[in-house]
């Protein structure tokens, strides 16, 4: 029987190759029709069907595969246009127009925040006012923060002015008490891109250096995972005064980009060893589910009984295990290790469908007790927008841990991939589309957290009942305080049994509220996780889908956003029309936000992904191979 599929090594062969073999072979087919009766014909026909069919049987991917090189299109991808699937880095070029309108947009920013509030840490844009995280004096919170953009975008001007102020009036010398993991990523990991970015300016990796040598002795506590806090003048680190004793997983698992590549350029071990004692308390607390809960113990160095979730808290903890093994070139496989072990934890615990359209989502874990003091863990269909960087960062995780040869096509083919990649992949392109249907709002903006149907929810009696995912209490407003926010956590996580009450209807319903609350504060247009998935699943795949939908929320943010006196504002509830603004505009949404959409239009040659790691605010750092060897394994 001839087999009509090519063979396994026909099938790695170039595009091209391929189709003049697969011209060949229709033209060797069409002689010996020619020739035969029409009997004869319909004969082979059939048995190259039967062929197909059979082939097909046995093996659905080579089929797939088949068509995936022959014609550049396999139904695997739904729906997706790759732009072509040889083995080689694919040329994307940019959308001109576009990126220039999101360079106007960083303009329109910047230069309301420089001309109102040029040095201060934030900027609210409403009343032309800056402010400082504490009262010691600011930091370079948003000048640090968006001088690599300006320097993507080729700002000359506004570059060398920001440049200056970094020079001349930065300081570090502050009396107050500042996020380790917040400074780390937005002011050490934005002088350390600008280095990189302006070929080795010495001024950012001074800077960085004195910031590096203030942070580090956070690390001085019993366990070795760092404090929360740090007094930048005083070089001490600060416990935490809501939470004590506890460190948040994201926080103490997100510091290691920087770090070890700030140790790579200075050559000073000590600051890779530090970060990288937390990574090996980390592995050493492995739960037996292998998930991360979002609080850790500052003293023994434990996971402390508190939520599991992908959003905040827990988010960057994975994002950093697969970004700390692209950091080094795939040299630290302790890394790749880790990530693939959490996401197939991640997979068996977390990841569920909507009921109606089957829509993949992640639900958090968050643990009750009863009466005698016994822990148990109820699922909860509630997503943060946090999560949906997970989507992206599946998509490239499955194109490294999970490629068998050293780079795959665009988009990658089945066969490039492990079984776990393929998995990957498949839920990274799946929660992609859950994040960009969450945008369909009024304003069509995401919301900050988004619930999902459940059976038990009891809201199909409900003729008004959404379908998939709903904004809790979006149309309700309850006048609770901030510390609701964090007593909601206290509930969520419990030092010792007994500390605190346990899980009721009551409390749950408070906790409902507590969600009201914090979406009216925290629900914001410009967040950029969603947009950061697009620019990495466009570059992974060549889909032009991707493109489309960050334009049509670039848009949105342009249409309810855009204060026509200058600078963007956070806006109150996406699901309201006309918007109510807040008079703020976050640091991420210059340094991440629009380098996102930026590099989404841009050529796919700017910072191309086997070169370059994003740290968690969006600062690219390049791929190095490590002078130093892993400490532990
Ligand atoms: C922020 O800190 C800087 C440096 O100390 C100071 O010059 C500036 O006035 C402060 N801004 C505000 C709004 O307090
Ligand atoms: C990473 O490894 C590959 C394959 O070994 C090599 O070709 C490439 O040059 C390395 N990249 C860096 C930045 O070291």
Redesign the pocket.
Same mark, same amino acid.
């Given at each position: 029987m001839t087999d009509p599929l090519p063979s396994k090594k026909k099938r790695d062969q170039p595009k091209q190759a391929l189709a003049a073999q697969a011209g060949k072979a229709h033209k060797e087919g069409r002689q010996h029709a020619a020739g035969s009766s029409g009997v004869f014909k319909l004969l082979s026909a059939f048995v190259l069907l039967a062929a197909v069919v059979v082939a097909y049987r046995h093996d659905p991917t080579l089929f797939t595969d088949f068509l995936d090189s022959w014609i550049g299109f396999s139904e695997h991808w739904e729906g997706s246009q790759p732009a072509t699937s040889t083995n080689n880095p694919v040329h994307l070029s940019a959308d001109i127009p576009k990126r220039n309108a999101v360079v106007a947009a960083f303009r329109h920013s910047w230069l309301a925040y420089e001309k109102d509030a040029m040095g201060d840490d934030e900027y609210h844009p409403i009343s032309h006012k800056g402010s400082n995280l504490t009262s010691a004096g600011g930091i370079g919170y948003t000048v640090v923060d968006s001088i690599d953009t300006m320097l993507l975008m080729g700002l000359e001007a506004e570059y060398a002015r920001a440049r200056s102020w970094i020079a001349d009036k930065l300081s570090f010398e502050r009396d107050g008490n500042f996020n380790t993991f917040e400074t780390t990523i937005r002011v050490l990991g934005g002088l350390l891109s600008a280095y990189h970015l302006s070929s080795g300016d010495p001024v950012y990796l001074d800077k960085a250096t004195e910031l590096a040598d203030r942070i580090l002795p956070v690390f001085e506590t019993p366990s070795g995972l760092p404090h929360p806090m740090i007094n930048l003048a005083k070089g001490v680190g600060v416990a935490n005064a809501d939470f004590t004793g506890l460190v948040s997983t994201a926080e103490v698992a997100t510091l290691q980009l920087e770090f070890r590549y700030l140790s790579h350029l200075t050559g000073n071990d000590d600051y890779w060893r530090r970060v990288e004692n937390a990574m090996r308390i980390i592995k050493s607390a492995r739960l037996p589910h292998g998930l991360a809960s979002i609080f850790m113990s500052v003293d023994e160095g434990q996971y402390v009984t508190s939520a599991i979730r992908l959003g905040s808290r827990g988010d960057s903890y994975y994002e950093y295990l697969l970004k700390q093994y692209l950091q080094t070139?795939?040299s630290e496989p302790v890394y790749s290790d880790m990530y693939e072990d959490a996401m197939t934890a991640i997979h068996n615990h977390l990841v569920q469908k909507s009921t109606k359209s089957g829509m993949t989502y992640t639900a958090e874990l968050i643990p009750e007790k009863d009466a005698s003091g016994e822990v148990s863990w109820r699922l909860t269909p509630k997503q943060d927008h946090l999560v949906c960087f997970l989507a992206g960062s599946l998509m490239l995780g499955a194109t490294k841990t999970g490629a068998l040869a $050293?780079s795959v096509s665009v988009p990658p083919r089945d066969k490039e991939l492990t079984p776990s990649g393929r998995r990957d992949w498949k839920t990274g392109v799946e929660l992609l589309r859950t994040c960009m249907s969450t945008h369909d709002t009024a304003t069509g903006l995401s919301p900050e957290i988004v619930h999902f149907r459940i059976p038990s929810d009891g809201m199909d009696h409900n003729s008004m009942a959404p379908a998939d995912w709903y904004i809790k209490g979006a149309r309700q407003v309850f006048p609770f305080s901030m510390s609701f926010g964090y007593e909601l956590e206290h509930f969520a996580c419990f030092a010792s049994p007994g500390e605190f009450p346990p899980y009721d209807a009551r409390y749950m319903l408070r906790y409902v509220y507590v969600f009201t609350y914090v979406q009216y504060t925290d629900t914001n247009g410009p967040s950029p996780e969603t947009v950061e998935s697009l620019f990495l699943s466009y570059r992974l795949t060549g889909d032009q889908l991707y493109r489309d939908h960050g334009w049509n929320i670039f848009q949105s943010i342009e249409k309810h956003c855009r204060l026509s006196s200058g600078g963007y504002a956070t806006i109150v509830n996406v699901d309201e029309v006309p918007v109510r603004h807040e008079d703020k505009m976050e640091t991420f949404w210059m340094s991440e936000t629009l380098k996102y959409l930026y590099l989404l239009f841009d050529d796919s040659n700017t910072l191309p992904l086997?070169?370059y790691v994003f740290n968690t605010e969006a600062h690219p750092l390049?791929?190095? $191979?490590p002078s130093v060897r892993t400490g532990f394994s």
């Open positions: 070139n795939g $050293q086997d070169k390049p791929i190095f $191979q």
